[in-house]
């Protein structure tokens, strides 16, 4: 079996969600070739053995620097056949998911997204999806020949083997029609650790009462090397700015620890973050239904209890 992993990269690098995806190849067995396409560092394509790819292909066409949709899915396609890949897998994003589900059109293939577990393949080719934003799970077949697979991030365990991976330039045809789309311009977040990539989030809410207060949050979070989140209502107030919203509307995560501050826990809230692996939830109001769907939970006021959370992490490490 021959499996292609399209590999997202920011700034050159690979994100940690598609290194998982390769990770996951890996695991499935067979030949594992990784897809980078536009500017990459050199290095980071040559490290992608190390986690489960023997070859990867380097489109380095300046016009896929951009991330456009179209063309990305007709490249992937073409590198499917001309690799005589019959499964592709990618991580499930806001680029890797739109861009899946077009590769399975043109490839006339089977499609899964936010797949949480390897495939079955005893009798058939059956993977395990999260639903009802991850309220659930649902076994699917994947009944044609060549399948498409968008995993949830931490569906695979990201370890590093004993491969070396030989880069090899790419150089498919991309048609003009490709980029009827064009991207005018990007606004990136900032902060040290994004959400998407992040390992451990630290959120507040309306109970911080104000972005002055906020410095409390961010102590916790530098503290754990955590990303920072909000609430809807936090974002919407102008406290902090959007790219920190989490919850259905705003950036879906899934770490492996979420700590919840002075958030209610409103059904939006929690279909964002409810992949989480551990969840903590603290709020001086012992019925804030957060509670319910925590691992831990402390009930107190955060001004006192994130000073002395802070600094028994600091003694810890």
Known sequence: MNVLVFVETSEGKARKTSLEAVAYAHQMGGTVVALVLGAADANDLKGMGRYGAT??????DPRLNEPVIQAYASVIA???HDEQATVLVLAGSSLG???AAKVAIRSGASFASNVVEL???SAGFVVKRSIYTGKAFAQVALTKEKKVLAIKKNAAEVKEVSLT????PYSPTIQDADFNTKILSTEKATGDILLPE???VVSGGRGMKGPEHWNLLEDLAKALHAATGCSKPVSDMGWRPHHEHVGQTGVKVAPQLYIAVGISGAIQHLAGVNSSKCIVVINKDADAPFFKAADYGIVGDAFEVLPKLTAAVLAAR
Do not use: C, G, N, S
């Not at 991976?165 to 090899?168: D, E, I, L, P, S």
């Open 165 to 168: 991976a030989t880069v090899t």
């Open 78 to 80: 073409q590198a499917m």
């Open 119 to 121: 495939p079955d393949t």
């Open 97 to 99: 998911t739109p861009v």
């Open 198 to 200: 992040a390992e451990i």
């Open 55 to 60: 070859k990867v292909l380097h489109a380095a």
